[in-house]
C-alpha cells in the first residue's frame, strides 16, 4: 500500500513555492492590458475589489506577477524579433531597389548578387515571421505549470480562508452569547440566585473564544495577505474574499477513477519529467545503451504507479469526506430542530435564558461544522482534480517484505 502524501503539510510546501515565485517580482510590474478575447464587463469584474472563486484562474493569468514577469520577458524577445524582421524587409528592399538600379545599368553580375542576397533576407524574414506567429504558443508553454501551480494554491487558500470564516462565525457568536451568560450568571449571583464558580465558567469561556477569536484574525489577515499577493493585488489592498461554491455530492458519481488513472499521467510533471529526461549511463561510458533506456522505462512506470496510488487515496479521501458532511448534516439538522424548539419554549416561558442561551450555542457549534465539513469535501474535490491534471505527488511505494 502507498503512504498518504496529499497532507497538510504538502499544501504548505505548495503555497510556499507558490508565494515565493509570486514574491520574486513586485506587484504591478506593468499594467495589465485586457486580452482580445475578453469582453470589457469580464475585465471591470477582475478588478472590482471583490475576489471571487471563479476568477482565481484569470486574475492570476492577467496579474499574477511571477507571469507578468515571464510574459514580458516573451515578449520583450519578440519585439527584437520584430526589429530584425523589419530590418530583413528593409533590407530586402533596399537589394531590389539596387537590383533594378543594375540592370537598368547592364550590370548583370551585381545585379545577380543582389537578387541572390535579396533571396537570402526575404528568406530571414519569413522564417522571422513564422516564429513571431509561434508567441502565444510559446507564452502558453512557458506559463502553463506556474498557472496551475498558482490556480491550486490560490484555490487552497480561499478554500482556507472560507474555513477560517465559518470558525471566526461561530467564535463571535460563542463571544456574545458567553458573555450574556456571565452578565446574566453575574446578576443572578448578585441577588443570591446562582453560585460564583458559574459566572467564574462563563467568563473563562467568553475570554477563552475572544482569544481564539483574536489569533483566528491575525491568521486570516495573513492568509489573505498571501492570496492578495498572489493575484495581483498590493497585500493590504481593501479587497473582499468571495464565498467557494459549495460541492454537489452528487458530482463524486461522475468520476471515473479508472478513466481519470488513465490520463492523469499525461498531465502530471514528475513523470513527464522522468519520461523526457535523457537515461542514466549506468555505464558511464558515455554511451546510451538499451538496458539505460529500458531502465528509464521502468521508472516511467514506476513513477506511473506511484500516480495511480496518490489517486486511489484521493478518491478514498473524497468519500470519507462525504461521510462525515452527511454526518455533520445530520446533527445540524437535530441541532435546528432543538433551536426551533428552544425558541417555542423560551416565547411561552418554559424555557430559561441560561438554557435557551446554551441551546443557541449548541445551534451555532453544529452549523459551523456542518458548514466546515462542507469546505472539507470540497478541498477534496480539488486535490482529486489536481491529482489528475498535473500536481499529483508521487506516493511513496511500500518496501517488499521477504
Not at 470589457?40 to 493569468?61: A, S
Not at 529500458?294 to 496518490?310: H, P, Y
Request: proline share 1%.
Amino acid at each position: 500500500m502507498g503512504k498518504k502524501k496529499h497532507s497538510f503539510r504538502h499544501f504548505i510546501s505548495k503555497l510556499t513555492i507558490a508565494l515565493v515565485l509570486s514574491l520574486l517580482f513586485p506587484a504591478g510590474i506593468s499594467a495589465a492590458e485586457k486580452p482580445e478575447d475578453m469582453d470589457e464587463d469580464t475585465w471591470m469584474r477582475l478588478q472590482d475589489n471583490v475576489l471571487e472563486y471563479g476568477e482565481l484562474e484569470e486574475r492570476i493569468q492577467n496579474f499574477n506577477p511571477t507571469l507578468q514577469q515571464i510574459v514580458k520577458s516573451i515578449n520583450d524577445s519578440y519585439d527584437d524579433l520584430r526589429d530584425n524582421i523589419v530590418d530583413y524587409q528593409e533590407a530586402s528592399n533596399d537589394f531590389q531597389w539596387l537590383y533594378e538600379q543594375a540592370m537598368d545599368e547592364g550590370d548583370y553580375m551585381s545585379a545577380a548578387m543582389y537578387q541572390i542576397n535579396r533571396k537570402i533576407t526575404m528568406s530571414m524574414s519569413k522564417r522571422y515571421l513564422q516564429e513571431e506567429k509561434r508567441k502565444n504558443t510559446v507564452i502558453d508553454r512557458s506559463t502553463r505549470q506556474y498557472r496551475k501551480i498558482f490556480t491550486s494554491s490560490c484555490q487552497q487558500l480561499m478554500l482556507a480562508y472560507n474555513k477560517m470564516a465559518v470558525n471566526q462565525a461561530t467564535l463571535e457568536k460563542q463571544v456574545e452569547l458567553y458573555g450574556a451568560l456571565a452578565s446574566m450568571s453575574g446578576t443572578q449571583n448578585a441577588i443570591g440566585m446562582n453560585v460564583s464558580v458559574d459566572v467564574l465558567s462563563a467568563q473563562n469561556q467568553m475570554y477563552s473564544a475572544q482569544t481564539s477569536l483574536a489569533t483566528l484574525n491575525d491568521q486570516m489577515a495573513s492568509l489573505k495577505s498571501s492570496l492578495l499577493l498572489m493575484t495581483g493585488w498590493d497585500y493590504n489592498s481593501n479587497v473582499t474574499i468571495g464565498a467557494v461554491p459549495r460541492t454537489e455530492v452528487s458530482e463524486l458519481d461522475a468520476i471515473d477513477l479508472e478513466a481519470d488513472k488513465a490520463i492523469a499521467p499525461g498531465y502530471n510533471y514528475t513523470v513527464l519529467s522522468i519520461k523526457n529526461a535523457a537515461p542514466n549511463d549506468m555505464d558511464g561510458d558515455g554511451k546510451y545503451e538499451n538496458k539505460d533506456y529500458k531502465a528509464r522505462e521502468r521508472g516511467v512506470d514506476q513513477a506511473k504507479q506511484q500516480l495511480s496510488i496518490t489517486l486511489d487515496d484521493l478518491y478514498l479521501t473524497l468519500y470519507e469526506k462525504k461521510a462525515s458532511l452527511q454526518a455533520a448534516q445530520t446533527a445540524f439538522q437535530a441541532a435546528q430542530l432543538k433551536w426551533d424548539s428552544a425558541n417555542r419554549k423560551y416565547q411561552m416561558g418554559m424555557l430559561g435564558r441560561a438554557e435557551y442561551l446554551g441551546e443557541e450555542i449548541a445551534y451555532y457549534a453544529a452549523k459551523g461544522a456542518y458548514e466546515s465539513a462542507d469546505l472539507d469535501l470540497t478541498q477534496a474535490m480539488l486535490n482529486y482534480y489536481w491529482g489528475v491534471h498535473g500536481l499529483g505527488e508521487l506516493a511513496e511505494l511500500a518496501e517488499e517484505m521477504g
